[in-house]
């Protein structure tokens, strides 16, 4: 045990849920990064859970947003808070937390400089000693317990909400990477676009979600499963029922599914070939929400030739790897590999 980092916060600061994990404990904070504030009087009136069940039904002078929305900080102030409040939900848990926790916090690997500075004076205003900087696809592998510190290649493939993270990575370093800003929310929209073009129907991003989670598949189902859906008829205006196939969400999740494949594709081509046969052997391990969409383990393997296996808790993996990356924060320093940052 390193002393001094038992309670400290490992923070994955995801575009669609935030989660704090704490050594010993686990994940203790699992909630929506979103965050309602009044317009009139700019105060918060809801942060997380409570707020994301008012997105698309709030009152004027209420607004829902989501202030990581595409994996960078869209809303720097709402961001500051948000973080504040799941520092302080974690430190209710446990009422023997230090006042000033060291904080490692888990960013997309794409973002500029500009935007780690404003992740770092966020978390630093929400009260936390010291900020750490961790990249996504390398906390999402030691957090999938790939072997990182050793020399052979590991390829993760994250898929959060906002961002898929691909990286290859060995000895404590990433070789090669590629952020796209097609995940989860993309899916999202291609479903309700698809729903909107094929029968003049608006739904809500909380219907095309559930209609992706309970019958969305990467490929065609064997057996075709269908969810009945609520939304407002474009042409009368009137609310309207429609029942939605598999089919027809595999068709409509195609073009976002490919971009995906594609940003796989592209990390393999530039990956040395002594890496690449080594993530032939272990295959390529998918983690992040994204990774539970049906089949498309199945179709990336079919697309790229290579293994591909779904992480354990793959919507866990990020924040447990942020986690146990603070329990090693020495190993970290001495083998500077620039995974990590630290503003001193
Ligand atoms: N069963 C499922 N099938 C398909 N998608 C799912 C499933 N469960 C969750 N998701 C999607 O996973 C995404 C959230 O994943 P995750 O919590 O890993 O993202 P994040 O870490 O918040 O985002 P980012 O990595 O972009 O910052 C959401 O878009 C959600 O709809």
């Known amino acids: 045990m390193i002393g001094g980092f038992t309670k400290d916060l490992g923070i994955d600061l995801g575009t669609a849920n935030t989660l704090v994990y704490v050594r010993g404990k686990g994940i203790v904070v699992r909630e929506p990064s979103v965050v309602a504030i009044r317009t009139d009087t700019k105060t918060i009136e809801a942060v997380g859970e409570s707020a994301k069940k008012m997105i698309g039904r709030t009152p004027g002078n209420i607004r829902a947003i989501r202030p990581m929305k595409d994996g960078v900080i869209a809303d720097f102030d709402t961001t500051a808070t948000m973080i504040k409040y799941f520092i302080r939900q974690a430190q209710k848990q446990r009422s023997m937390f230090q006042r000033h926790p060291n904080v490692m916090v888990c960013v997309p690997s794409g973002i500029t400089a500009v935007e780690q500075r404003a992740v770092e004076d966020a978390t630093r205003q929400a009260g936390a000693r010291e900020a750490y900087i961790i990249e996504e696809p390398f906390a999402a592998a030691i957090g999938a317990d790939l072997p990182v ?22 000895l404590g ?30 739904i809500g991003e909380r219907t095309a979600e559930q209609l992706k989670m309970d019958v969305g598949s990467a490929l065609p189902l064997e057996k075709a499963e269908t969810m009945e859906i609520r939304g407002r008829d474009l042409v009368t205006g009137l609310p309207k029922t429609l029942t939605i196939t598999s089919d ?17 594709k592209v990390t393999l081509e530039k990956c040395p070939p002594e890496l690449a046969a080594d993530i032939m052997d272990r295959g390529i391990v998918l983690t992040g929400g994204g990774a539970l969409l049906r089949n498309l383990d199945k179709l990336l393997a079919r697309e790229t030739g290579m293994p591909v296996i779904v992480a354990e808790n793959p919507l866990d993996c990020v924040a447990i790897g942020t986690g146990k990356a603070l329990d090693n924060i020495h190993l970290f320093k001495t083998r500077g590999n620039g995974a990590f940052r630290s503003k001193r």
Do not use: F
């Open 149 to 170: 510190w050793e020399p052979t290649g590991s390829m993760v493939v994250d898929i959060g909400g906002g961002t898929t993270e691909v990286a290859v990575i060995s």
């Open 248 to 264: 027809e969400i595999s068709e409509a999740l195609a073009d976002t599914v490919n971009a995906i494949i594609e940003a796989v």
């Open 173 to 202: 370093g990433i070789v090669t990477s590629r952020s796209v800003r097609v995940a989860g929310d993309e899916m999202d929209e291609s479903i309700i676009q698809y729903i909107k073009r094929q029968y003049n129907l608006m």
